[in-house]
């Protein structure tokens, strides 16, 4: 019962340490007031659909990782990014919702947001949530990637 009990704590200490990290890297993450509240939300509201790495399935559920900035890049891209049915519907509050989805480009694809990124703010999202893509999410996803240097992700 003492080792379970050490485990524990030493399990929530470590993670306590993890959560720490994260909320330090604050300054590199434009647009992300919580990453500990974000990365939160992506475990709650995003994961079992798009996975804990952001690969996704290719069918429904399209990769982030290495992909989702790409996004920005083209014209539509950004205001698609705020109106896919995973974004637009989910219950979080506006601000929770920018944090989370500024956090996503960073988590899963830093390396292709633009240097000029703005990021994502409240009366924004809640501009795109307003009118959320349905049925023609997919077809929109490929109208935009056509339009991407080589036409693909």
């Known amino acids: ?12 200490a470590a993670m306590g340490m993890t959560m720490a990290r994260a ?23 995003c994961q079992g659909c798009h996975r804990p790495d952001g690969s996704g399935d290719r069918t429904s ?12 890049k083209v014209p539509g891209g950004r205001e698609y990014l705020g109106r896919v049915p995973g974004v637009a519907t989910t219950d979080l509050d506006d601000v929770r919702l920018a944090n989370l989805l500024n956090w996503t480009l960073y988590r899963f694809d830093r390396a292709s947001v633009p240097n000029d990124f703005k990021p994502y703010d409240a009366a924004e999202i809640r501009r795109l949530r307003a009118s959320p893509l349905r049925v023609e999410a997919a077809r929109t996803r490929a109208q935009l990637i056509a339009k991407m240097p080589g036409g693909s992700l």
């Open 23 to 45: 909320d330090s890297t604050q300054m590199s993450l434009p647009g992300v007031h919580s990453p500990r509240q974000a990365q939160i939300d992506y475990m709650l509201k």
């Open 61 to 72: 559920n399209p990769p982030m990782t290495g992909a989702v900035a790409h996004f920005l």
């Open 1 to 12: 019962m003492k080792l379970a009990g050490l485990m524990i704590i030493g399990a929530g």
